[in-house]
């Protein structure tokens, strides 16, 4: 028990301007030395910024192959059983209310899960994939 520190590049960078060089400057060295400080494994990685584009074949490659177990972005969704470890969505909590912090943890994520759902359902009727209409029946 107790707090875990994690990596979260050495400058606070957007990780998608990121070449091989300055990944191992940024993810693999800072890593390194929070391990030092802390006297523990960096098992964790929240991008900064937390978004998804940041999130770039080069990067996770790195942290894949670093040690690290897992990376985080903020995109206040659900994560499955087919969320990669490395792409994991965590919820930026910003309420000091009880009730709302309940609903930013619980409620909304769900509802922009079942909002993405349909959008993906109404995609996928748009292009003819999707359900049979009543004519076509």
């Known amino acids: 028990s107790g707090v875990e520190i994690g990596n979260h590049t050495a400058e ?16 693999l060295d800072s890593a390194v030395a929070v391990s030092r400080l802390s006297g523990r494994p960096v098992r964790g990685f929240a991008y ?3 978004n998804l584009v940041d999130r770039t074949e080069l990067v996770t490659t790195a942290l894949r ?14 994560n499955t059983g087919r969320t990669d ?15 709302l912090l309940a609903a930013q943890l619980e409620v909304l994520p769900r509802l922009r ?25």
Do not use: K, M
């Open 113 to 137: 899960a079942a909002r993405s759902a349909l959008r993906g359902l109404s995609r996928r009727s748009a292009s003819g994939h999707g359900f049979a209409s009543e004519g076509g029946r």
């Open 85 to 99: 470890r490395f792409g994991w969505f965590r919820i930026s909590l910003t309420a000091s209310d009880p009730q």
């Open 48 to 50: 900064p910024y937390g």
């Open 12 to 27: 606070h960078v957007f990780c998608r301007t990121l070449d091989t060089e300055s990944v191992h400057e940024q993810v």
């Open 65 to 78: 192959g670093s040690g690290h177990q897992c990376a985080f972005v903020v995109h206040n969704r659900v």
